[in-house]
């Protein structure tokens, strides 16, 4: 019980406690500390990322054999991932052609398989959830309610405010009445005020949350890191 419950809220008190004080400490020690604790860190990662690597091995090897629903991809991803690693090691980590030695113009057979294959599938990526998000956008922006209505208004007003013929048309016909009501102004506005203070106060909050979730873990009041349920 020490090992598996105690110990463990020991160090997250104690490492907690330790690096919270270290920001009000400017003194070398407390940056020498602070220098040391990011190569643990990187070390740690390391670790984290093996175990995560062997875990989604463990998963995908285990939908192959019995041939659940979706293996087919399970084998294209060992497949990708054989080939990425094969790569990277025989181009010793290099995207691109080391100075001076001969090779293709697009670089190592790593960065070709990169640029050739994980960009474009990121594109396509990316461009299929823009349909997801402009059907979302299309449910959001009916305006049943007040505040659906403003949704809708500066979504449109941020729309001619990225094209140049919304600009152009806002300006010869709204702009003309005072310099302050020009396209660019209140796109400025709305990005540095409106904008800014609802990003800043988001911010706040997410901030705010992880600082109680930090001294519920530091105090031991939350548990759940230790694999139980909490307490």
């Known amino acids: 019980m020490f090992v598996k419950r105690t110990l463990p809220m020991l160090v997250a008190f ?26 643990w860190y990187s070390i740690i990662a390391s670790f984290a990322l093996l175990l995560g690597i062997v875990s989604v091995i463990q998963s995908h090897a285990r939908k192959i054999q019995t041939q659940s629903v979706g293996w087919g991809y399970s084998l294209v991803l060992f497949f990708a991932f054989a080939s990425m690693v094969m790569m990277g090691a025989f181009s010793a980590g ?3 052609t080391p100075p001076g030695v001969k090779g293709p113009i697009y670089g190592t057979s790593y960065g070709w398989l990169y640029n050739n294959a994980m960009i474009p599938l990121q594109t396509t990526m990316f461009a299929t959830l823009a349909f997801y998000v402009a059907s979302a956008a299309f449910r959001a922006f009916r305006a049943k309610t007040f505040g659906a209505f403003l949704l809708l208004f500066f979504a449109v007003v941020m729309l001619f405010g990225k094209a140049s013929l919304g600009v152009t048309l806002w300006d010869e016909s709204i702009g003309t009445i005072h310099a ?20 800043r106060a988001i911010l706040i909050g997410v901030a705010l949350g992880m600082i109680a979730t930090s001294l519920k873990i530091i105090f031991g009041i939350e548990r759940t890191y230790l694999g139980g349920k909490g307490e």
């Open 14 to 39: 104690g490492v907690g406690f330790a690096f919270a004080l270290q920001y009000y400490l400017p003194f070398s020690f407390s940056e020498d500390a602070l220098s040391a604790t990011s190569k």
């Open 94 to 96: 290099n995207a691109e």
């Open 180 to 199: 302050s009501l020009q396209l660019d102004r209140i796109i400025e506005w709305l990005m540095g005020t409106l904008n800014m203070s609802a990003r």
